[in-house]
Nanobody
Framework: QVQLEESGGGLVQAGGSLRLSCVAS????????MGWFRQAPGKEREFVAGMRWTDSSTHYADSVKGRFTISRDRARNTVYLLMNSLKPDDTAVYYC????????????????????WGQGTQVTVSS
């Protein structure tokens, strides 16, 4: 069992930045991929960014490419999401997720392949 805890959400003006953190605990040796997803009111949960734990290769949704950066601190079992140039459309609950497998650039976008989830952290971007 892997436990995930997100932090770092909040209210920010458009154009601002936030950094989300996700700390993994428990059977962290089983993790191969970690990802960030988000869910806005009335919408489905969607992929934002993902990272393969072993080689730190990254993937991004087109909507955030060039603005968001996923990174990790292996020693702290922590993954980060640095969000720059935030837009009102980025407003959502952001979830951290972990999976015991590595995925293709297409498969990593499938939330059904992730079996551990955090409780989510709210990000609100005002215009």
């Amino acid at each position: 069992q892997v436990q995930l805890e997100e932090s770092g959400g909040g209210l920010v003006q458009a154009g601002g930045s936030l950094r989300l953190s996700c700390v993994a605990s428990g059977r962290t040796f089983t993790i191969d991929t970690m990802g960030w997803f988000r869910q806005a009111p009335g919408k489905e949960r969607e992929f934002v960014a993902g990272m393969r734990w072993t080689d730190s290769s990254t993937h991004y949704a087109d909507s955030v490419k060039g603005r968001f950066t996923i990174s990790r601190d292996r020693a702290r079992n922590t993954v980060y999401l640095l969000m720059n140039s935030l837009k009102p459309d980025d407003t959502a609950v952001y979830y951290c997720a972990a999976a015991p497998s590595s995925f293709t650039a297409t498969a990593i976008r499938d939330r059904a392949l992730f079996n551990s989830w955090g409780q989510g952290t709210q990000v609100t971007v005002s215009s």
